[in-house]
């Protein structure tokens, strides 16, 4: 219940309510205040007629303006595509290699293609391009298919085993399992373990040296330095896709793993692709 | 039939019946100040002159900075991140030098708040300032206090709107020039100065000039003294700044009360008289349009023009000056204990002086040791901290850094050797605006190599970079090292930058990292 009374010292009525003895005295407003408060009144009242504001069943009103956040976004998406138009044009009309020699135009591609990458490549490479078991790490510099940036786009531009293109890298190391003896399989492991780190059994190497020289050879290389025509990884490197160590060598022997990648022409276009290629050129291990 | 004295009153009053009519808004009182003349109106020309002076021709000034940078003397480009103030640059990252100047300003308020009362709000605030040079075009118009308050209450003749409308006009002017001051600070003013006339400036640019010359003309010259009553929080703020030893505006009530405009009659009746002969100068001449002998008041912004208007009145009186003037609240109390004879009787002039009719020694009077105290001189030292440390770190600042992000995804890259390959962002940051040539120098890590995309090196521990003036350049450099050298997880190493010229050199200390089986 709230009593006005006027008070005392300042001979103003009070609004009446009290807060642990504390009174408010009613002083009007100065008068620029209500004029100040009447201007937003009237600003708000223009601002709905002017601008989207009224809520209706199914939409809200448009306001005089026609003016849309979307539109907004709309234009500025189209200004940022004007602004980058140059650098496409040129991308475009230059191969990669090219690009990658001039600074302006690889710092573009090195941006664009990063953002590219982080939608449609991390899925399998990794969000740093670190890959994973069966995924390649593209920072290093061991390419099964080539590392130069010319290579490189044309990998993603048409896969690895990718059926429905007729220009995928192909290529199918035979499943050993069924071709040649269990002990052998664990001689040819010993001899590629060695080529690269100790073994448990030396003993193993010199006839698994021999097995090599039979089978593997034509493919891997006499030196097993690997063959980039068929995708064929260098057996003496420090990477390994499919695992390290005789185990894992052994199982990739006896039924080897086929990674597929899908080929991106057709759903990227050849300008994302080419920056693709640029920025994963530009990872580091890049040739 | 009822007599009419019978017929029952009903106890009933309308709701809005005048006596309990509230009003909806107080309509404002308009204030004449009447033109003062003395020392501190004198003191306020001069500070006006002053601060008016810096504003309108800071931006003007030039500073030779060489062909890679700006040549006005103070610019915020924000365009370009840059501040320049004479011969400092400030970059982004060292905007820490404006929270220390803002701590200065802040106790520099303190410190001048507790020594001289409100001489911000009085003197130096924009509001002050503008106010009074609008009011000068006012009284130029229209005329002293009593002119413009005839006009003011006259009918709406051709003079009257010949004046209005010239007074306005001028105050626009004024307000555009102050609006269009503003931006020559954030971009080069005489290239500006030509954009704005040709009406090809930015957007913003006109946008500035029109808030500000609607803020100056509405706040100067029409709600003056109502932007410090009540959009104003400092009056409250500074008020609660003051203590007992404080310089503020006071009517001396010792020796003005009572007061009365028949001195001569009322001492002829043997009552006692004060100095104040109620002439109501220090109220016409005052801008907030308030009676200093009402008390210290919120609204009260110590401009002193009363003290003017008081002392001209005492000085053709043949009184001492002083009737109302800059005194500290214990003085104040001394003066008025020995006027009331210790608060048991009200004010008696007589009290103050002597027989001959002089000031008696009882008086206190301000002295300059007053300013001289513990809470000044902590305000003292503190302000003096802050800017000796802000001075310290301005002439030891690098103006050649670098700055390095490790890559952390990968963290690290084992290479088909076995080596192992960490990344770094490298970014050269050339603070003066002449260009560098900056060598990058690895210390540290055995047998590790540098390679830099883009730049074509031998791979090395070392290489020079050309940095463009005034610029950052930011580098993307892969460090390797070959397995066996490798020591362990988690190795530190330096990145050095050096300009051979100059010799400036700073370093950061970066983490190599490897894999627990490469050891």
């Known amino acids: 219940m709230s009593t006005e009374h006027i ?6 009525s009070t609004t009446g309510h009290e807060w642990d003895g504390i009174k408010e005295l009613n002083n009007p407003l100065p008068r620029w205040w209500v004029i100040t408060f009447y201007i937003t009144i009237a600003w708000a009242i223009g601002y709905t007629i002017a601008y989207p504001a009224w809520p209706l069943l199914t939409s809200a009103t448009r306001g005089v303006l026609g003016y849309s956040s979307r539109n907004d976004v709309k234009n500025e998406l189209a200004a940022a595509e004007a602004a980058k138009g140059k650098y496409v044009a040129a991308i475009q009309a230059k191969t990669v290699s090219e690009i990658a020699a001039d600074d302006a135009l690889r710092e573009f591609a090195v941006a664009a293609g990063g953002a590219a990458f982080k939608v449609n490549c991390v899925q399998c490479h990794g969000s740093g391009a670190q890959g994973s078991a069966g995924f390649p790490n593209l920072n290093d510099d ?46 040819v492991s010993a001899y590629v373990a060695s080529l690269s780190g100790p073994v448990q059994d030396a003993s193993l190497i010199e006839p698994g040296a021999k097995v090599f020289a039979e ?11 690997g063959n980039r025509e068929f995708g064929a990884p260098d057996l003496t490197d420090a990477i390994w896709l499919y695992g390290s160590g005789e185990t894992a ?17 057709g759903r990227l276009g050849e300008t994302k692709v080419k920056e693709l290629a640029v920025y994963v050129h530009s990872l580091g291990g890049g040739e | 039939m009822l007599d009419q004295t019978q017929v029952e009153r009903l106890n009933a009053e309308a709701v809005n019946s005048a006596k309990i009519r509230q009003p909806l808004y107080a309509p404002r009182r308009k204030i004449f100040p009447k033109r003062a003349s003395g020392r501190f109106r004198q003191f306020k020309w001069l500070v006006m002159a002053i601060t008016l002076g810096i504003y309108y021709l800071t931006p003007w000034l030039r500073w ?16 370009n991140r ?110 500006l100065i030509g954009e704005v006339f040709r009406g090809t400036a930015a957007p913003v640019a006109f946008a500035t000039i029109a ?53 001569k009659k009322v001492q002829a009746a043997g009552q006692p008289v004060g100095d104040c002969v109620d002439c109501n100068a220090c109220v016409a001449v005052c801008p907030m349009g ?18 003017d208007a008081c002392d001209g009145v005492m000085d053709k009186l043949g009184r001492e000056r002083g009737l109302i003037s800059y005194a500290t609240l214990s003085d104040y109390n001394a003066n008025m204990a020995v006027a009331t004879a210790g608060g048991s009787s009200p004010v008696n002039p007589s009290l103050v002086r002597t027989d001959e009719g002089k000031f008696s020694d009882k008086l206190a009077h301000f002295h300059i040791r007053k300013i001289f105290r513990l809470r000044t001189f902590v305000y003292l030292g503190a302000w003096s901290a802050v800017g000796l440390a802000l001075l310290y770190s301005l002439l030891t600042r690098d103006r050649l850094e670098v700055n390095v992000l490790h890559d952390r995804n990968p963290q690290f890259v084992t290479l088909s050797d076995g080596s192992i390959r960490n990344g770094y962002t490298v970014k050269l940051l050339n603070m003066i605006p002449e260009p560098r040539t900056i060598v990058v120098t690895m210390q540290g890590l055995h047998g590790a190599e540098m390679s830099v995309v883009g730049i074509d090196l031998p791979a090395d521990r070392s290489f020079a970079v050309p940095v463009e003036p005034d610029r950052l350049k930011t580098l993307k450099v892969f460090v390797r090292q070959p397995a066996n050298q490798v020591e362990s997880a988690a190795q530190t190493f330096k990145f050095r930058v050096e300009d051979k010229a100059s010799f400036e050199t700073d370093e950061y200390t970066a983490t190599f990292n490897a894999p627990e089986i490469a050891r």
């Open chain 1, 7 to 12: 008070d005392d010292v300042s001979g103003i």
């Open chain 1, 142 to 187: 061991g390419w099964l298919w080539g590392g130069s940036a010319d290579q490189i786009q044309q990998t993603i531009m048409h896969g690895i085993r990718f059926a429905s293109d007729a220009d995928t890298r192909q290529s199918e190391m035979p499943a050993f399992g069924d071709i040649i003896t269990a002990e052998q399989i664990n001689q």
């Open chain 1, 215 to 225: 089978n593997c050879v034509a493919c891997h290389g006499d030196k097993a330095k």
């Open chain 1, 249 to 265: 060598i052994a199982a990739q022997v006896r039924a080897p793993k086929h990674g597929v990648m899908p080929a991106w022409i």
């Open chain 2, 64 to 79: 030779d900075r060489g062909p890679f940078a700006p040549d006005q003397a103070v610019l915020l480009d924000l365009a």
């Open chain 2, 82 to 191: 840059r501040f320049y103030f004479f011969f400092i640059e400030v970059w982004p990252q060292e905007f820490y030098y404006v929270a220390g100047l803002l701590m200065m300003a802040g106790i520099g308020l303190f410190l001048v708040t507790s020594t001289v009362g409100r001489a911000w709000c009085g003197y130096t605030c924009p509001q002050t300032v503008w106010v009074d040079l609008f009011l000068v075009v006012e009284r130029a118009i229209e005329g002293d206090r009593n002119a413009r308050m005839k006009l003011d209450a006259g009918p709406w003749t051709a003079r009257k709107l010949v004046l209005r409308v010239s007074k306005h006009a001028i105050w626009l002017v004024i307000a555009v020039a102050t609006g269009g001051a503003w931006i020559f600070y954030f971009a080069d003013a005489p290239t």
């Open chain 2, 211 to 263: 808030v500000l010359t609607a803020t100056t003309y509405t706040f100067g010259g029409l709600m003056r003294e109502q932007v410090c009553t009540y959009m104003c929080p400092w009056p409250r703020i500074q008020a609660a700044m003051l203590d007992e030893n404080s310089l503020t505006v006071t009517y001396n009530d010792w020796r003005g009360e009572p007061r009365s405009r028949h001195a």
């Open chain 2, 290 to 307: 308030i009676d200093i002998r009402d008390g210290q008041q919120l609204e009260c912004i110590t401009c002193a023009l009363c003290i």
